[in-house]
């Protein structure tokens, strides 16, 4: 088996089980009465651990190599899963206690595998697309487990779900533990060094911040508990959110190879291979508008479906030349710590999101949601215009 091959399926495994818990965590808690804001929470604690991974991340494979970083992040996603088995025993306080540590947990492991995994690639022989195809095979991924997630909470209990899940990483890290390598970075940066990170890092990491937050105002918590409120059932909000996010992951390879594909008639160029610099802006333009339309749109399933359908496309479409040049960026001396500081800041759009998406639908309902991401996404078109235009250059 490949390293590129484990690495790959251990990870995309990883996200399956953190897509199935994504979603069965606000449906099991909505059912039971709980308001937005208090599931917000829940996941702003879970991205709130993952920042904190990532400014530790960097530093912790740059010292100690990728192999034992990327086991831990499998035992700690197991963890994850089996801890929610003890809730309900004891004292209240003991359960909610338990409940967040548990969604920390996980945002530990999320992030820890995310940036092993990308720092895998930098040093692994170079495959065409390969960025485009992990994360892209990570997005489908957790769009199946938000699927799976869906029937598991609708025909088995809440128990029995995340039992399962922690069955599914406990085999991956027995398989990932026999046969994963490991790498080691080519020097040790000191505590000083680990702060000096590139403009173009920075600058890369804020639009994808944006891109976070566009997504996470409205569709993370926002429209599960709206559909929920409105009769659908488990399974068919799980459709609506798995479709989506399995077209975001399929969108990213095959963005990839239409932006380094050449097309000629004859001796004539009809399209010349691009670089992703130059994909920057132009793709963020579509996004901002679908929050918009489904704004002035009636919300039938099927209309919230292709709404939800369509954003995805364009968010995958913006999201292709990411994955390609923050590895790019990356340092070659310091891979980790640039690419888990660029993790980290991107991290900050997604957790203000997440905490403002269940404040903002307690007082505004959906469109309140959906006017703050369309806006979010329009500063963010405004900003990759500014850095990068369409030339690419920044």
């Keep these: 088996m490949s390293q590129y091959a484990i690495i790959a399926t251990s990870y995309w495994t990883a996200t399956f089980c953190e897509g199935a ?34 400014l530790s991340a960097g530093f912790f494979i740059n010292r100690f190599g990728y192999r034992y970083a990327f086991l831990l992040s499998l035992i700690l996603h197991s963890f994850a899963s089996w801890g ?8 209240i306080w003991i359960t909610i206690i338990l409940i967040n540590s548990l969604r920390g947990t996980r945002g530990v492991a999320k992030e ?18 390969a960025a485009n195809i992990l994360i892209g095979g990570k997005d489908s991924t957790k769009g199946i487990g ?6 598991l909470i609708t025909y088995l209990s809440f128990k029995a779900s995340f039992f399962l899940l922690g069955l599914i990483t406990t ?8 046969h994963v390598a490991d790498f080691r970075e080519m020097q040790h940066t000191s505590f000083k060094g680990f702060f000096n990170i590139s403009k173009r890092i920075v600058i890369l990491a804020l639009l994808r911040g944006i891109l976070y937050s566009g997504r996470d105002l409205w569709l993370v918590i926002a429209l599960p508990i709206y559909l929920k409120t409105a009769a659908v059932n488990n399974a068919q909000i799980g ?9 975001f992951g399929v969108i990213q390879p095959l963005t990839s190879v239409f932006i380094k594909s050449k097309w000629t008639f004859g001796r004539r160029y009809l399209k010349r291979k691009w670089t992703y610099e130059m994909t920057v802006f132009p793709s963020m333009i579509g996004v901002a ?6 704004s002035i749109l009636p919300h039938h399933l099927l209309i919230t479906l292709l709404c939800v359908m369509g954003y995805n496309i364009f968010a995958g479409i913006a999201t292709t030349p990411h994955n390609f040049l923050h590895i790019k960026f990356a340092r070659r001396n310091r891979t980790a710590i640039d690419i888990s500081f660029y993790k980290s800041i991107s991290l900050f759009g ?17 469109m309140g949601c959906l006017y703050t991401a369309s806006g979010s996404l329009i500063i963010g078109t405004i900003m990759a215009y500014y850095y990068y235009g369409c030339d690419g250059r920044s």
């Design 21 to 54: 818990a994504r979603i069965i965590i606000p449906l099991y808690f909505a059912s039971l009465g709980i308001n937005a804001t208090k599931i917000a929470i829940l996941f702003v604690i879970f991205e709130l651990c993952g920042l904190v991974t990532n």
């Design 84 to 91: 929610y088995l003890c809730i309900g025993y004891g004292p």
């Design 112 to 129: 820890l595998i995310k940036t092993t995994s990308a720092s895998y690639l930098r040093h692994l022989p170079k495959k065409k697309h």
């Design 146 to 151: 938000l699927l799976v997630g869906s029937m």
């Design 171 to 178: 085999i991956m890290f027995i398989l990932s533990y026999k």
């Design 239 to 247: 459709f609506i959110l798995a479709s989506g996010l399995i077209v």
């Design 289 to 294: 508008a679908i929050p918009l339309l489904f």
């Design 350 to 366: 997604k957790i203000v999101a997440l905490f403002l998406s269940g404040i903002i639908y307690d007082q505004f309902g959906i």
